[in-house]
């Protein structure tokens, strides 16, 4: 069993994940997804949006979704995180106004397993959805984030993303608050 020294200098790899792929990413979903929650969400909120948007049978159909792209992190073979994006305009009108680096992919979701966080997946994961914004002609990133969640955006700042809005997020019956962020490609 490795150390987690040896853990954290792992190579990560990314890639495209396949449908054969959707169990695994729903796992990693659930156990990720409550941490990116701000304390007052309640455990029910937090397993009714789970339930509703990041079970398997979801995962399938975000895979198979000509307009979304799932990425993979994996460290010796093993799923460690997931960015999702899509790649079509905003569909609210305020959010749409605020996004000027167009056209522009949205990142949906982007989670790290909790004993991976520092290990380079955030950074490999970024680096990936850049690098398929620079070659799809895409002249920025968007993404949406709890304002709670300070360690995402600080991450988030160290990556060139500036807040540009808010927004308003649902999970299960609470309304959260979000800074809508973007950043150029």
Same mark, same amino acid.
């Given at each position: 069993?490795?150390? !987690?020294?040896?853990?954290?200098? @792992? !190579?990560?790899?990314?890639?495209?994940?396949?449908?054969?792929? @959707?169990?695994?990413? $729903?796992?990693?979903?659930?156990?990720?997804?409550?941490?990116?929650? !701000? =304390?007052?969400?309640?455990?029910?909120?937090?397993?009714?949006?789970?339930?509703?948007?990041?079970?398997?049978?979801?995962?399938?159909? #975000?895979?198979?979704?000509? /307009?979304?792209?799932?990425?993979?992190?994996?460290i010796d073979g093993e799923i460690v995180g997931y960015l999702m994006a899509?790649? +079509? =305009?905003?569909?609210?009108?305020?959010? $749409?106004?605020?996004?000027?680096?167009? =056209?522009?992919?949205?990142?949906?979701?982007? #989670?790290?397993? =909790?004993?991976?966080?520092?290990?380079? *997946?955030? %950074?490999?994961?970024?680096? @990936?959805?850049v690098d398929i914004g620079r070659s799809g002609g895409h002249t920025g990133?968007?993404?949406? *984030?709890?304002?709670?969640?300070? &360690? +995402? &955006?600080?991450? #988030?700042? %160290?990556?060139?993303?500036?807040?540009?809005?808010? &927004?308003?997020f649902t999970v299960g019956s609470q309304l959260h608050e979000d800074f809508?962020?973007?950043? /150029?490609?």
């Amino acid at each position: 069993m490795p150390t !987690p020294q040896e853990e954290a200098t @792992a !190579p990560v790899s990314v890639r495209r994940a396949g449908i054969w792929d @959707a169990e695994s990413l $729903a796992d990693v979903a659930a156990a990720t997804f409550p941490l990116a929650c !701000p =304390p007052d969400a309640t455990s029910a909120d937090v397993a009714a949006f789970i339930e509703a948007t990041l079970t398997a049978e979801r995962f399938s159909e #975000y895979l198979t979704d000509p /307009t979304r792209i799932v990425l993979e992190a994996t460290i010796d073979g093993e799923i460690v995180g997931y960015l999702m994006a899509i790649d +079509a =305009p905003p569909e609210d009108p305020e959010i $749409a106004a605020m996004i000027t680096a167009r =056209p522009a992919i949205e990142i949906s979701k982007f #989670y790290v397993l =909790p004993g991976r966080h520092g290990t380079g *997946v955030s %950074k490999a994961l970024m680096a @990936a959805v850049v690098d398929i914004g620079r070659s799809g002609g895409h002249t920025g990133l968007w993404l949406g *984030v709890n304002q709670q969640n300070a &360690r +995402a &955006r600080r991450f #988030y700042q %160290k990556e060139g993303f500036d807040v540009v809005g808010e &927004r308003t997020f649902t999970v299960g019956s609470q309304l959260h608050e979000d800074f809508v962020m973007q950043r /150029t490609v």
